[in-house]
């Protein structure tokens, strides 16, 4: 299945690159110097379209997958996304999502290092912000990466290992340094190129610094006032679903959204959603249902219209479609987004922090925006309702606030299994079948690819993942 989903993949990258080279050729074809066939330099216009469309795509399959059966979103009934959700998680499975992601993030510094020599501050910047992103979720998903001697390609192939403890300040750096060169507004802006923001300045400040919300909210048992600190700053953050930073796919096949290309061009019919989060949004009558999951297809045996998840790790074929829902057309259609970092996102954090603060007032606002806001994104009416019933009416504890941004982050896994470590909400249900004891994992493995290749770096730090074992070693917030 790897083979299928990286080929659909490289048409659309190809597709872009293709152009690139045209534009180049264009460019230089009175040149004889110049082979205009084999253009040297790619424009960073076209390199960020790419890395923004490969970052999504990544994010949004391998990226979202194994993250999303650990919390009990999916839950496949065969083949590999039974896998996962038996935690049978190898160093293998982990191979493509690894080198999609420093692929991308080559792509990134490219457009850095092509910018700090053209003095094109707004391309760095979102450049900046795409890294300090991207470099963000690969830590979370495997605690210490390469990350001060990556990304220097044949120059060093064999990086270090950094620590994780040092990773994320040096990521609040970057961030900062991305919020000067956009704010500088020096630069040819990126316009159409951008595919998140058009190239809007501001909304790119306000993703940096949401996401530097995020990332303080996550060392929060490390340091519990950074997050407020921050915040009593009044930074401009994502405050509107307008504003979601996300990238939206196209209509046809070589662009289709990551998750309907896996579970619907791919003809494979394995992966099904898990019945921890569609009971208890059955549970709540929570009218979000319908965009998250489809209803079972077939009535071969008579449950066809229903919202039905499976069992984790249960082994029960459903190729035809009989038993089980879906990913649903919110974040399953063909041309579904993405997303990064969105609004409901940030009222929730924010009222994790008030929470932490004992300022119960502005948690409960924030609380209600959250729910509102995802409501609003999803073109749902009825939060006001919703958010008055008992079961999910704000209560003042963390469990409350947790249980329902867990719900609302089935638009982003890889955030919501953060959030899973970092709380331990909500309660998730122990596979039938599992390759863990019955322990949940708590990261993902290094890939085999670094072991063959990298060994020497991963000796010298993390260490060689041992199978079943290292996935339930904790990252370094995770305490």
């Known amino acids: 299945m790897k083979n299928i989903n990286n080929n659909f993949k490289r048409i659309f990258y190809f597709g872009l690159i293709t152009l690139a080279a045209v534009f180049v050729s264009c460019e230089n074809e009175l040149d004889i110097n110049n082979d205009p066939n084999n253009p040297t330099v790619v424009p960073v216009a076209s390199l960020l379209s790419a890395a923004?469309?490969?970052?999504?795509?990544?994010?949004?399959?391998?990226?979202?997958?194994?993250?999303?059966?650990?919390?009990?979103?999916?839950?496949?009934?065969?083949?590999?996304?039974?896998?996962?959700?038996?935690?049978?998680?190898?160093?293998?499975?982990?191979?493509?999502?690894?080198?999609?992601?420093?692929?991308?993030?080559?792509?990134?510094?490219?457009?850095?290092?092509?910018?700090?020599?053209?003095?094109?501050?707004?391309?760095?910047?979102?450049?900046?912000?795409l890294q300090a992103y991207t470099f963000s979720i690969t830590t979370d998903l495997f605690g210490d990466i390469p990350?001060?001697?990556?990304?220097?390609?044949?120059?060093?192939?064999?990086?270090?290992?950094?620590?994780?403890?040092?990773?994320?300040?040096?990521?609040?750096t970057l961030l900062d340094e991305a919020i000067v060169n956009l704010k500088s507004n020096i630069g040819i802006k990126p316009g159409a190129a951008d595919l998140v923001y058009g190239g809007n300045i501001v909304k790119w400040e306000a993703f940096a610094n949401s996401l530097k919300l995020r990332l303080y909210n996550h060392i929060s048992k490390k340091n519990p006032t950074q997050a407020l600190t921050f915040l009593q700053t009044n930074p401009i953050l994502i405050s509107t679903t307008a504003d979601n930073a996300k990238v939206t796919f196209g209509n046809t096949a070589t662009n289709a959204n990551p998750i309907y290309q896996f579970d619907v061009l791919s003809g494979r019919k394995d992966q099904a959603v898990g019945n921890t989060i569609v009971?208890?949004?059955?549970?709540?009558?929570?009218?979000?249902?319908?965009?998250?999951?489809?209803?079972?297809?077939?009535?071969?045996?008579?449950?066809?219209?229903?919202?039905?998840?499976?069992?984790?790790?249960?082994?029960?074929?459903?190729s035809g479609e009989?038993?089980?829902?879906?990913?649903?057309?919110?974040?399953a259609s063909i041309d579904s987004p993405v997303i990064f970092v969105s609004a409901a996102e940030v009222e929730f954090i924010k009222a994790e922090v008030y929470h932490r603060a004992n300022d119960l007032v502005n948690s409960k606002i924030a609380y209600d925006k959250a729910i509102t806001n995802d409501f609003t994104a999803l073109g749902v009416t009825g939060s006001a309702t919703y958010i008055a019933?008992?079961?999910?009416?704000?209560?003042?504890?963390?469990?409350?606030?947790?249980?329902?941004?867990?719900?609302?982050?089935?638009?982003?896994?890889?955030?919501?299994?953060?959030?899973?470590?970092?709380?331990?909400?909500p309660a998730l249900t122990i596979p039938v079948t599992n390759r863990t004891s019955g322990v949940t994992p708590r990261r993902l493995p290094y890939p085999q690819k670094e072991i063959n290749v990298n060994r020497a770096s991963l000796q010298a730090g993390p260490g060689i993942p041992v199978p079943y074992v290292t996935l339930l070693t904790k990252v370094w917030w995770d305490l």
């Open 52 to 129: 923004e469309v490969n970052l999504a795509y990544t994010i949004g399959g391998d990226g979202t997958r194994m993250p999303a059966t650990i919390v009990q979103y999916y839950s496949g009934h065969r083949g590999q996304p039974m896998n996962y959700g038996q935690y049978n998680i190898t160093s293998a499975d982990t191979d493509g999502l690894w080198g999609s992601i420093y692929d991308i993030l080559i792509d990134l510094r490219a457009v850095e290092d092509q910018t700090r020599i053209s003095k094109d501050n707004v391309y760095l910047g979102i450049s900046q912000v």
């Open 322 to 331: 009989n038993l089980f829902s879906r990913v649903g057309p919110a974040y």
């Open 279 to 318: 009971d208890k949004m059955k549970s709540l009558n929570d009218p979000r249902i319908d965009k998250f999951f489809l209803p079972v297809k077939n009535n071969g045996n008579g449950l066809a219209g229903q919202f039905l998840g499976n069992l984790p790790g249960q082994d029960l074929d459903d």
């Open 389 to 425: 019933t008992p079961a999910v009416i704000y209560d003042g504890t963390l469990a409350r606030i947790m249980e329902q941004k867990w719900i609302t982050m089935f638009q982003a896994p890889a955030e919501s299994f953060v959030d899973w470590r970092r709380t331990g909400f």
């Open 147 to 172: 990350y001060s001697e990556s990304l220097k390609g044949a120059g060093n192939i064999t990086p270090a290992y950094d620590k994780q403890e040092t990773i994320y300040p040096a990521l609040i």
